[in-house]
């Protein structure tokens, strides 16, 4: 009986690593936007023509020996591009003024050069998502105040458009310090919070307005506005 079955079993786990491989690809070539969610596991199984036990069996293990990708629940999330090794960057909590200065200026000379490539580089699909962010950002009527993770989100999505998985790598190795500020503009101009929340809003569709016409040097100019009005939020200068 254990001789008979063992067929069986070299025939799945070749399947498994088959699957594993598909995935792997399509996640390279774009089919899977990295800083997304893969589809869910029925759907692979359709795309694929493979049982959901065996889908299964292939994201448990592609997750165990694949360090761009992670698990967010009942799904599996792309942190960053397969080609591109995991960031091994270190940095330090912000603790003073200027450390805020140079988490800032790390981040304009960033997010400056993606929203310049997202106008060069996004196409429909791209553009839906970033308009998604914006509206789960700036679209909850009767709050007082915009959350910091929808925020991020907002950026990374512009850097997911930008056709280099680098400028998301690169923004998401700082999430923790780009939470951190965001946070802190938030409590600094708690007084003016809903001209804030207008100057914030206005900046960031003026960025979206120009990826979606193609616009790089305006679309550049946009973000360095907005991260130079940040600080200046911040600061009070």
């Known amino acids: ?21 598909a995935i792997v690809e399509a996640i390279k070539h774009g089919e ?27 994201l ?7 360090p761009f990708l992670s698990r967010q629940g009942h799904r599996t999330h792309i942190d960053f591009h397969p080609d591109v090794d995991k960031p091994r960057l270190s940095f330090s909590d912000i603790s003073c003024i200027e450390d ?18 997202a106008a060069l580089n996004r196409n429909d699909d791209d553009i839906e998502r970033i308009w998604q962010a914006f509206h789960l950002l700036h679209g909850q ?15 990374t999505s512009i850097a997911s458009a930008a056709g280099n998985p680098l400028f998301l790598t690169m923004l998401t190795s ?30 960031h569709r003026r960025v979206v307005e120009s990826i979606v016409r193609k616009d790089p ?9 907005h991260i130079d009005n940040s600080v200046a939020r911040v600061l009070g200068i």
Not at 141 to 155: S, W
Not at 219 to 225: N, V
Request: net charge positive.
């Open 174 to 203: 700082i999430h923790d310090q780009v939470l951190f500020v965001m946070d802190l503009s938030r409590k600094f101009s708690h007084p003016r919070q809903l001209q804030r929340m207008a100057a914030v809003e206005e900046e």
């Open 32 to 58: 899977f936007k990295v800083g997304e969610c893969l589809p869910t596991e029925q759907q692979l199984s359709m795309r694929y023509g493979v049982s959901r036990p065996t889908m299964r069996e292939a």
């Open 141 to 155: 009527v009767g709050h007082d105040e915009m959350p910091v993770d929808a925020d991020f989100a907002f950026h």
């Open 60 to 66: 448990v293990r592609l997750r165990a020996k694949s």
């Open 100 to 117: 805020f200065k140079k988490c800032y200026e790390f981040r304009c000379s960033i997010e400056a050069g993606s929203a310049r490539f």
């Open 217 to 225: 040097a305006a679309a550049e100019a946009a973000m360095r506005l």
């Open 1 to 21: 009986m254990a001789h008979d079955q063992q067929p069986s079993v070299v025939r799945r786990l070749n399947l498994v690593e088959t699957v594993q491989k």
